[in-house]
């Protein structure tokens, strides 16, 4: 069967699946690991790390390999930049585990040389991730997708988590107070204003009394998934609203929530930057969360009245990209 042919699921990239696959296995193993192991690293327990990431990982590399699918060109570059995360995230997890099992901090260690030889290949390997998801999100921006909302909801929503991916970039400088240290065996933190390992949420185990860049981090990232399910809510919600089943109504809603979303992230930056907490934000915080809710809320009323409901609206997009229609046969053409 070629590959034009595949049914949808077939044409999802397997290595992503795989990953996605084990990650699922992974995060169950882990969960048991957070109530059988009593250990506590950086003020959580210890599993706590590699379960937030397997959930993480599965959530995003099936995003991802749901994208590939949908390119209707590119598809041979797109399958090895996809090749490239499954590997990279992959190789991130052993990292992870490896220093778990040795009850070792995996971010930030330097504290002899195997833990500093360890988080220099596990920063080699979010960089290659990151331009690897790079390179999908141009071949995004490129294609042409028949459903005009759907192709912008998986643009913009690739674009903002490589935006989010990048703060991870932030996380390895030197806090003053490792600065004022020689030879400090940690370098990089999570949280700002704080030291890593204080007060924490629960679950998360994000900051609660300072910044934290994780936040951003995260929300960054999972605008793969969220966007993209936006736009899914709206089609399946368009046979009984008919406005929703005008595909300029959606593309509109699509812009309206990408910007939102994009303007959101930027205010959990700054917020995080500033080392404020994230449930004890000031005025400004509070004004620019306002400000976020009121236009984004003007904005997606005028997306739905602006525009009069089609006379015959378009089909709710499908997640998948359709199949090419099969060549005729040798007796259609001679008739």
Aim: hydrophobic share 55%; net charge positive; charged share 15%.
């Amino acid at each position: 069967m070629s590959s034009a042919h595949k049914s949808p699921l077939l044409r999802l990239h397997r290595p992503l699946v795989w990953v996605a696959v084990s990650m699922a296995v992974y995060a169950l193993a882990s969960a048991v690991g957070i109530v059988v192991d009593d250990r506590i690293l950086v003020g959580v327990p210890i599993w706590t790390k590699p379960f937030k990431f397997s959930v993480s990982l599965l959530a995003y590399t099936l995003s991802l390999a749901w994208m590939i699918s949908l390119l209707p060109r590119g598809r041979r570059v797109a399958w090895w930049a996809g090749t490239v995360v499954a590997a990279t995230s992959s190789a991130e997890m052993v990292l992870i585990t490896v220093q778990v099992i040795r009850g070792k901090r995996s971010h930030f260690n330097h504290a002899t040389p195997f833990d500093d030889a360890l988080f220099q290949i596990m920063g080699i390997s979010i960089l290659m991730l990151w331009l690897a998801a790079l390179v999908i999100a141009i071949l995004l921006l490129r294609a042409k997708i028949l459903d005009r909302a759907m192709a912008w909801a998986v643009r913009l929503s690739s674009l903002i988590a490589l935006a989010g991916a990048g703060l991870g970039f932030l996380m390895v400088r030197p806090t003053p107070e490792q600065l004022a240290v020689e030879n400090s065996p940690i370098i990089g933190a999570h949280a700002v204003g704080v030291p890593d390992g204080g007060p924490s949420m629960p679950l998360t185990g994000w900051a609660s009394n300072g910044g934290d860049l994780r936040i951003p981090h995260f929300f960054g990232m999972h605008a793969l998934q969220l966007i993209p399910l936006l736009l899914l809510v709206l089609a399946a919600l368009a046979p009984r609203f008919a406005r929703l089943a005008d595909e300029r109504v959606r593309l509109r809603l699509t812009l309206t929530a990408s910007a939102a979303y994009t303007a959101t992230f930027v205010l959990l930056t700054w917020q995080a930057l500033r080392g404020q907490a994230l449930f004890a934000p000031d005025g400004a915080t509070l004004a620019g969360a306002g400000a976020i809710v009121l236009l984004g809320g003007a904005a997606a009323a005028l997306s739905l009245r602006g525009t009069s409901p089609s006379p015959t609206p378009s089909s709710p997009p499908s997640p998948f990209p359709p199949a090419p229609a099969p060549a005729p046969s040798e007796e259609e053409i001679t008739r």
